[in-house]
């Protein structure tokens, strides 16, 4: 949440270099954003409120610098105004901040402060870390300033520094992510690689309580508990550059649907041993529990079925952000397996440290290599899908499923099957994904376009896919959807159905199928409109999805043609599919 970049090099067109960076980062923030540069021993600087990417190279005259930081906003504390957008100053406007978190006591410190009689401009807690900065900038260096800030912040965050008489950015981090990309003789840092990777993808990562200074001559790195510098490892992102583009598409949400033509064969070409003995690991487990937020939550859901069924092994699942409530039941012989895309997801992540804690051994399913989960758990397995850039997760959703599949299949010691499996649905889902297919779903679109409400139901794995459906349908559509395990429908939620009410049916064809159909029936009969998802039509549908019979990967195929519905809905109803409203990708606050 909230993008930063920062760029220090040969180039003079620092602020656009920065602009440009953060137009890749968009997804994490779109209410506002700004840029501060070193121009002529001053900071100068320009805010905007809404969307970056609205902006275009030399819309603003930019004096000519090498130095500068950027910031695009998701609010947390106070409105969505300029006054709010970062870059934020001391009073001098000597000092300039961008920050990506929340600081929890920023109350306090605000108020102490101000007694002080430093002046506030703005609503937010970012503030704060400026004139804090600035008060210890009298008998302090700026690193020692910054280094004392840092000890006295709690919470979560990411920020970026510079000084208007010194040639450097500074960058400290505690829960939020922050990459420093090392060019030719030009460095860059991002809360995400694809801000930069046009440039380089040789990078370092900078772990919680670190600290960078970045002059010229490049990086170094500090601890700031041990106040000693560090060493850091270069790694090679193997993302090319143009993936981090629309290409041909005019939307990532859809160039990362009809990705997934291919990212399932990427998620399961995985080394056999690595995988073996992570099937091991879970076979040992004194109870294996599975975490994630949001959308890589209901993939967790779903893997509880795939385990079951596949494996006959239960494991337990539970919601990022509710875990700490949970987390008593975990043991020095538990495994926990943290699924997410991004790796950064603070609810998740903080389930981690908590398992890590108690002396469980974690695995993290995720897509950002060198993420930090990637870093902090004991395993991991990358979904190889390539950046996903659109709010809405699409492919890296059925890439957790895919590789969840073949962990399940793995604990039975069918690793070989559950690939030839998982390859026979790679190659369903190419064939379904055609421009025909695409103008079905657009049709079902334009029928539901103004509808209020949309019910999704599903048995079994395809329950957890109802649950995702609904998620889908909210973020990009924004019209009330809700998914619900098809038996429960007699319990309650039928009395919300009514004429035309339309009802998603999802749909395997197994043992489920049957029950669904009849709750299919007496929905039908209640006056909904049934849309069926089934490789099979069916005469309760009033409407048919045709999906490929794809067995046990049913429920993974079954979302694609709803992930291209919202998609659809979303553009019918003139919404961002990129960048719904209220939304961010990659939720690094709590
Ligand atoms: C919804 C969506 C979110 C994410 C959630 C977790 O389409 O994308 O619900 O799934 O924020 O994010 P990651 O997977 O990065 O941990």
């Known amino acids: 949440m909230c993008g930063i970049f920062a760029y220090l090099g040969p180039q003079n067109n620092a602020s656009e270099i920065a602009i440009t960076g953060l137009k890749k980062l968009e997804y994490r923030g779109y209410d506002s954003w700004g840029v501060a540069a070193l121009d002529r021993e001053e900071i100068a600087y320009y805010k905007k409120v809404g969307k970056i990417s609205a902006y275009s190279t030399g819309d603003h005259a930019f004096n000519p610098s090498h130095l500068a930081i950027g910031h695009s906003r998701w609010a947390t504390h106070g409105g969505i105004t300029e006054a709010n957008a970062h ?28 007694t002080r009689g430093y002046h506030f401009v703005s609503e937010t807690d970012s503030e704060t870390i400026a004139h804090l900065i600035d008060s210890h900038l009298p008998t302090h260096t700026l690193e020692e300033a910054i280094k ?146 949001g959308t890589a939550g209901k993939v967790c859901l779903a893997a509880t079925y795939l385990f079951s069924r596949i494996a006959q092994r239960h494991v337990n699942f539970a919601v990022g952000s509710e875990f700490s409530s949970l987390q008593h039941f975990i043991k020095d012989r538990s495994l926990m397996i943290a699924v997410s895309q991004s790796g950064e997801t603070a609810d998740t992540l903080e389930a981690i440290r908590a398992a890590k804690t108690k002396g469980a051994k974690t695995l993290a399913i995720i897509n950002v290599k060198g993420s930090t989960m990637d870093r902090e758990s004991d395993f991991s397995i990358h979904l190889k899908a390539g950046p996903e850039q659109a709010v809405a997760s699409t492919k890296a959703t059925t890439s957790q499923l895919a590789i969840l599949t073949l962990l399940a299949y793995a604990c ?100 489920t199928r049957q029950d669904i159909l009849n709750n299919c029936q007496e929905v039908k009969a209640r006056g909904a ?3 069926g998802v089934a490789s099979e039509n069916n005469p309760v549908f009033d409407f048919w999805i045709k999906v490929p019979d794809a067995g046990i990967s049913q429920g993974l195929v079954n979302i694609i043609p709803i992930q291209l519905l919202a998609y659809h809905l979303g553009l019918l109803r003139k919404n961002d599919p990129d960048m719904p409203r209220n939304l961010a990708k990659s939720v690094t606050v709590k």
């Open 412 to 511: 039975t010691g069918q690793l070989a099957e559950g690939k030839r499996l998982l390859l026979e649905t790679q190659s369903q889902i190419t064939d379904m994904l055609n421009p025909r297919y695409e103008d079905h779903i657009r049709s079902l679109a334009d029928l539901l376009a103004e509808v209020e409400s949309i019910y999704i139901i599903g048995k079994g794995v395809n329950y957890a896919m109802a649950l995702e459906s609904a998620i889908k349908l909210q973020e990009i559509s924004y019209i009330h959807a809700e998914g619900f395990a098809a038996g429960e429908l007699k319990h309650g939620p039928l009395a919300l159905i009514t004429t035309d009410t339309p009802v998603i049916a999802l749909i395997s064809n197994d043992e």
């Open 87 to 114: 870059p934020h100053f001391n009073s001098a406007k000597s000092i300039a901040i961008v920050h990506n978190g929340i600081i929890e006591n920023y109350a306090k410190i605000k108020a102490d402060l101000e």
């Open 148 to 293: 004392l800030t840092m000890s006295e912040l709690e919470g979560r965050y990411a920020i970026l520094v510079i000084k208007k008489d010194e040639q450097k950015i500074i960058a400290a981090r505690r829960g939020s992510p922050l990459i420093v990309g090392i060019g030719k003789q030009e460095f860059y840092i991002a809360s995400d690689i694809p801000a930069f990777l046009e440039h380089t993808n040789q990078v370092n990562y900078l772990d919680d309580d670190q600290m960078v200074v970045i002059d010229h001559r490049g990086p170094q790195y500090f601890d700031l508990r041990t106040n000693s510098p560090v060493e850091k490892r270069l790694i090679t992102i193997d993302w090319l550059a143009s993936t981090a583009e629309k290409g041909k598409y005019p939307h990532f949400m859809i160039k990362e649907i009809m990705e997934q033509q291919e990212t399932i064969r990427r998620a399961v070409e995985q080394d056999n041993d690595e995988i073996q003995k992570i099937a091991s690991a879970i076979e040992n487990a004194y109870g294996t529990y599975l975490v994630g937020c």
């Open 529 to 531: 409109y049934v849309i």
